[in-house]
């Protein structure tokens, strides 16, 4: 059998923590949300468990480009299902790559604004009666210490508003998600970004102002970044440039200058493509830049409309596996159309998929207007990194 680029070893074979070769199939897929049964809905169509839910994928590489947690419920199950198969994969020749997102870091640093009730409620026990009033005390005595209106507080009422925010479970949410926790740690031994063959995965992107990073300094940085958390201080693990937040290769136009900038970053580091998540696509794997890039964040929970895409990439070249479908990747950008109207065919109800069709086929802006490829993108919400434009040099990272 012939062998795709990157795969001249006909066995895989470990460099580092970071760099593999020799990998003869890649499923990657983007991020979960806490919907387990869209989850294990996804793995099964790409065969890599069997009915109990155990590994079946044989010698293939799954990688899941993080934001397992938040939105949906069921994070913490998703989470211990993977950590079983990992080691179920190893055992028959395969593995899993479980990489760091946003919302990992959020869940570390105690960013909870999207941790949805089921989360808390999944740690719950029977003791969490006793650690809830226990932590109310502590913040009674804060209060105390601190309100000089102390006095003048309706306590009753104010609990039962408190109570909202600190639900049973959440002491024990809070106890395993710190460092020294059991999803803590499982962050920290999760890395950043990857190379798999000429492919980089990672759940953001690579910037500019990050690309002259290796990916080992990368996750280096991003878990020195979570032990030292300080919400006020812009670094890597909150920089709307940093590789768990960046989003421009999803959504920057793609240009000459910037096409030009991101070769120099494939060259920068060996590779031939990077595959992301974090940045919605509303349904399909989408590669942009003569697939250069593939945007992988097809949207599986049900949050963002539970759809079935993920990647697969083999001798073959690039795979999109819809449900029991599946449909080459163009090569090319000008290919794209007629491949976005293979997957409408497929998910024939998936209304953002017809307007980014229409907005593919929409006549050229006039000069002066802005043009926008794709509006299903994940809105920031309050207190997250703020849009920031970047401008593309050609010649950086060299």
């Not at 002259?212 to 280096?220: A, W």
């Not at 989408?286 to 759809?307: E, M, S």
């Amino acid at each position: 059998m012939l062998l795709a680029p990157g795969l001249a070893d006909a066995r895989a074979k470990k460099i580092d923590d970071y760099h593999w070769t020799g990998v003869e199939r890649i499923i990657a897929i983007g991020d979960l949300h806490g919907d387990y049964e869209r989850y294990i809905d996804v793995m099964e169509s790409a065969g890599l468990i069997d009915r109990k839910g155990k590994w079946s994928g044989g010698q293939t590489h799954l990688v899941q480009t993080g934001d397992i947690t938040d939105r949906g419920a069921d994070s913490r199950k998703i989470i211990d299902h993977l950590v079983k198969l990992k080691k179920q994969a190893k055992k028959k020749g395969g593995y899993v790559h479980l990489l760091i997102g946003n919302h990992e870091t959020m869940n570390v640093v105690g960013d909870l604004r999207y941790v949805s009730p089921g989360e808390f409620a999944a740690f719950a026990t029977r003791n969490s009666p006793r650690l809830q009033n226990l932590q109310w005390q502590m913040q009674v005595e804060w209060m105390q210490a601190n309100i000089p209106e102390f006095d003048t507080i309706d306590l009753e009422a104010y609990r039962k508003e408190w109570e909202q925010q600190v639900p049973l479970g959440w002491v024990e949410h809070r106890q395993a998600w710190a460092f020294n926790g059991e999803y803590g740690k499982w962050v920290e031994d999760n890395q950043v970004a990857i190379q798999i063959n000429d492919t980089i995965f990672l759940h953001g992107g690579i910037s500019e102002k990050y690309c002259k990073f290796s990916l080992e300094s990368l996750t280096d940085q991003v878990i020195a970044a979570m032990k030292q958390y300080d919400p006020s201080v812009v670094s890597i693990v909150n920089d709307p440039l940093g590789p768990v937040w960046y989003r421009g290769l999803a959504q920057e136009e793609e240009t000459d200058i910037y096409s030009q900038t991101l070769d120099n970053i494939l060259e920068r580091y060996g590779a031939k493509r990077i595959v992301i998540g974090h940045s919605p696509t509303g349904g399909v794997v989408w590669p942009r830049f003569d697939q250069r890039v593939v945007a992988n964040d097809t949207g599986i929970a049900r949050y963002y409309g539970a759809h079935k895409g993920l990647l697969e990439l083999t001798a073959d070249g690039a795979i999109a596996i819809y449900g029991d479908q599946k449909i080459p990747l163009p090569t090319l950008n000008s290919e794209r159309e007629d491949y976005l109207r293979a997957v409408i065919e497929v998910d024939s109800n998936n209304a953002q998929l017809k307007n980014r069709l229409a907005r593919m086929l929409a006549p050229p802006p006039e000069p002066g207007e802005a043009k926008t490829e794709d509006d299903t993108a994940e809105a920031p919400g309050a207190g997250e990194p703020p849009t920031q434009e970047v401008i593309s040099v050609p010649g950086t990272c060299r």
